[in-house]
């Protein structure tokens, strides 16, 4: 098992352009979630999923989207990227309370 | 909402002492109560959790021990190596379903050979 994967591993864009952010997990898990990771400021929710068909906004959404293709996978999309979004972004899935992370995606915005 | 305080910030530990993480929590309804381990460049990944039904957990060298009353949980490391050097972050959540965590702000932990 691959357990949680995203593409891609580094990313660098510059402002005002687009992107979307691939995670997947074989982990047959119901809930999946997006974080960022900056210094000094542990992870932060952007958006999760309990489960395929909804989304709910996390702590930080501003800025971006999500889409649940299906229960395997869980979109994140910047529709116009800013220099504050530079930061490491991590997909996770999860059940019974329990998550597990990807290897994250290094974003840089210039 | 949820809020998890995590102390200290930093910890400097010699090979073979024991280190302790503290976390506070201000929601009483919390229930699950994971640690994570980051590695540098790394994902973070679940290494012990606790759920309220417990005061306290062991696996080999780490434990984590839970005060409800007192909101507060930590992470205990005996006989530290040189490889337990990371950043470990505590988190709280209020369900065990499709629960959203909450994450303290991690302590970065260094063991000197």
């Known amino acids: 098992n691959a357990g949680v994967t995203q593409t891609p591993k580094f990313q660098v864009l510059k402002t005002g352009q687009s992107m979307t952010l691939q995670c997947a997990q074989d982990?047959?898990?119901?809930?999946m979630y997006w974080y960022r990771q900056d210094p000094g400021m542990g992870l932060r929710l952007i958006y999760y999923s309990a489960s395929e068909g909804t989304t709910d906004k996390g702590e930080v959404p501003n800025g971006y989207n999500v889409s649940r293709l299906n229960k395997r996978e869980f979109s994140l999309r910047l529709e116009s990227a800013a220099p504050s979004q530079t930061s490491v972004y991590f997909c996770a899935s999860g059940a019974l309370g329990e998550q597990y992370f990807g290897p994250g995606t290094r974003l840089t915005v210039t | 909402g949820e809020n998890v305080e995590q102390h200290p910030s930093t910890l400097s530990v010699q090979e073979g002492d024991s280190a302790v993480i503290k976390c506070t929590y201000s929601?009483?309804?919390?229930?699950?109560f994971p640690w994570y381990k980051q590695e540098l460049g790394k994902r973070p990944q679940l290494i012990i959790d606790?759920?309220?039904?417990?005061g306290e957990k062991k696996d080999q060298r780490i434990a984590v021990t839970l005060n409800k009353t007192a909101k507060h949980f930590s992470l205990h490391i005996t006989e530290t190596q040189p490889e337990d050097s990371a950043v470990y972050f505590c988190?709280?959540?209020?369900?065990?379903?499709?629960?959203?965590?909450?994450f303290g702000k991690g302590t970065m932990l260094l063991v000197s050979p």
């Open positions: 606790i759920r309220s039904n417990v």
């Open positions: 988190a709280a959540s209020r369900n065990s379903g499709y629960s959203t965590l909450t």
């Open positions: 929601d009483s309804a919390s229930n699950y």
């Open positions: 982990m047959n898990h119901n809930s």
